[in-house]
C-alpha cells in the first residue's frame, strides 16, 4: 500500500522539516521528493505534511505516519538483507554517556536492531570519561559521550550548550557558596562547572554526588541545589537558571561518536549512519 522510497522521502521531511534539506539528504531532486509525498498522503487519505510560505510541519496524521513508516522501513531493510544474503553479522559492544541515553537514542537503538537482526549488539550506561577509557582499553566499540566542544577527535552528532538547571522556587545567595549537585570526578560537567565558578570567585560546595543522571534530576527537584547539563536535556519542570543568578557561562558541548579503530567498521559504520543527522533531545 505504501511505496517504501515515498516513506523515505516523507521520513526525511518529518525529520528535517524542509522539502529541500530532505531532497539534499537523499541526493533527489526537490520536486521528487514533494511527488512522493503527495503520493503517501493520496494513498493514506490523509494531510500528513501542513505548508505554507514560512514553514513546513507534520499533522497529527502525519505524526502518526512517521512511527508506522520507521516501523515499515524497518521491516523492509530488514527482510532485504536477509534474503538477499547480506544479511549484516557480528557484535557491536556500544557505550553511552547515561543522559544521552534519556534522548531519543533508545528508538535509534530499537529501529537499528529491527534492521540489524544479526548484530548482537551489547550496550554499557555510564559517564563519558569512564566509557572513553574502556575505548582505549579494547572493551568497547563505539562509545557516545559528551566531549569538550571543537576536540577533533569522533564523529560530532549534536552540538549544545551546558545551562546551570534549578527550580523555579531556587533561590541563590551571591554571598554564599553555590550548591553543586554532580557526578563524582572524573566528570565532564562536574570539571567545567567548578572551573567556571573559580573562575569568577564564586565558591561552591557539593550537596549531592550521583552516577546515573536519575539522580541528578531527582536532586534538583527535591531542592538539594543545582546542577549543569546540556541545555537540550533539560526537562519541562525545571529551568535554566543562569542568568537568573547571574552564573556564568560554562562552555559549550558537543555529543560525540568515538569508535575503536580496531574494531568491525562495517558495523561500527551501520550504527553511526544510524544516529548521525538525527536531532536528539529530552525524549518525553
Same mark, same amino acid.
Do not use: N
Given at each position: 500500500m505504501f511505496e517504501p522510497a515515498q516513506l523515505r522521502s516523507f521520513l526525511a521531511v518529518a525529520e528535517t522539516l524542509s522539502f =529541500?534539506? &530532505?531532497a539534499e539528504r537523499l541526493?533527489? &531532486?526537490?520536486?521528487?521528493?514533494?511527488?512522493h509525498v503527495r503520493k503517501l498522503e493520496t494513498a493514506a487519505k490523509r494531510v500528513l505534511v501542513a505548508r505554507d510560505t514560512r514553514d513546513v510541519r507534520l499533522t497529527d496524521n502525519g505524526d502518526a505516519m512517521a512511527g508506522f513508516a520507521r516501523s515499515i522501513l524497518a521491516a523492509h531493510d530488514s527482510a532485504s538483507r536477509y534474503f538477499s544474503g547480506s544479511a549484516m553479522r557480528g557484535r557491536l559492544r556500544f557505550g553511552t554517556a547515561d543522559d544521552l541515553a534519556i534522548t531519543g537514542l533508545p528508538r535509534i537503538l530499537r529501529e537499528f536492531r529491527q534492521v540489524y537482526p544479526h548484530i548482537n549488539l551489547e550496550l554499557t550506561v555510564g559517564q563519558s570519561d569512564h566509557l572513553y577509557k574502556r575505548l582505549n582499553a579494547g572493551q568497547l566499540d563505539l562509545v557516545f559521550v559528551k566531549w569538550v566542544a571543537g576536540a577533533k577527535?569522533? =564523529?560530532?552528532?549534536?552540538?549544545?550548550?551546558?545551562?546551570?538547571?534549578?527550580?523555579?522556587?531556587?533561590?541563590?545567595? %551571591?554571598?554564599?557558596?553555590? %550548591?553543586?549537585?554532580?557526578?563524582?570526578?572524573p566528570s565532564l560537567s562536574r570539571k567545567l562547572a567548578i572551573d567556571a565558578l573559580e573562575s569568577t570567585g564564586r565558591t561552591w560546595r557539593i550537596t549531592c554526588t550521583t552516577r546515573q543522571i536519575s539522580g541528578v534530576l531527582a536532586a534538583v527537584r527535591a531542592g538539594i541545589g543545582v546542577a549543569v547539563m546540556p541545555s537540550s536535556l533539560v526537562p519541562d519542570d525545571l529551568l535554566n537558571i543562569t542568568r537568573r543568578f547571574d552564573?556564568?557561562?560554562?562552555?559549550?558541548?558537543?555529543? =560525540?561518536?568515538i569508535r575503536n579503530p580496531l574494531a568491525n567498521t562495517e558495523v561500527i559504520e551501520a550504527l553511526t549512519q544510524s544516529i548521525v543527522g538525527r536531532t536528539l533531545k529530552r525524549s518525553a
Open positions: =529541500t534539506k &530532505a541526493g533527489l &531532486a526537490q520536486p521528487t521528493v514533494s511527488q577527535e569522533g =564523529t560530532v552528532v549534536q552540538q549544545d550548550s551546558f545551562a546551570w538547571v534549578g527550580l523555579e522556587q531556587t533561590v541563590l545567595d %551571591p554571598s554564599e557558596s553555590v %550548591p553543586l549537585i554532580a557526578y563524582p570526578s552564573l556564568p557561562s560554562v562552555g559549550d558541548v558537543d555529543f =560525540t561518536l
